[in-house]
């Protein structure tokens, strides 16, 4: 069973950073892609980035050259670097984990409970 844990989420300012990690149990964790996804109230749930097994990486436009996802597959961890922090980055951080899981959120069979991230002005 694979079971993304997410953890690093807080309350900062404007222009600040957070690290997000996700814990994910399991034997078969490099072989997952993992993308990282965020919702805020009232809004949908929408893509941030996602790390294939192989390194490769991709960005929403909103986040691009502002965060960057990494993954530790001796730790089963993943991560999200968030640098220049803004209010509208305020949301429920996701992480989730499949094996073919793409930037629009499909194939994704394994998410996580989320963790809180809210950025003040």
């Known amino acids: 069973q694979v079971q993304p844990v997410e953890s690093g989420g807080g309350l900062v300012q404007a222009g600040g950073s957070l690290k997000l990690s996700c814990a994910v149990s399991?034997?078969?964790?490099?072989?997952?892609?993992m993308g990282w996804f965020r919702q805020a109230p009232g809004l949908e749930r929408e893509f941030v980035a996602v790390?294939?097994?192989?390194?490769?990486?991709y960005y929403a436009d909103s986040v691009k050259g502002r965060f960057t996802i990494s993954r530790d597959n001796a730790k089963n961890l993943v991560y999200l670097q968030m640098n220049s922090l803004k209010p509208e980055d305020t949301a429920v951080y996701y992480c989730?984990?499949?094996?073919?899981?793409?930037?629009?959120?499909?194939?994704?069979?394994?998410w996580g409970q989320g963790t809180q991230v809210t950025v003040s002005s």
């Open positions: 399991g034997r078969t964790f490099s072989s997952y892609a």
């Open positions: 790390i294939s097994w192989t390194r490769n990486t």
């Open positions: 989730a984990a499949g094996l073919y899981g793409d930037s629009r959120g499909r194939n994704y069979d394994y």
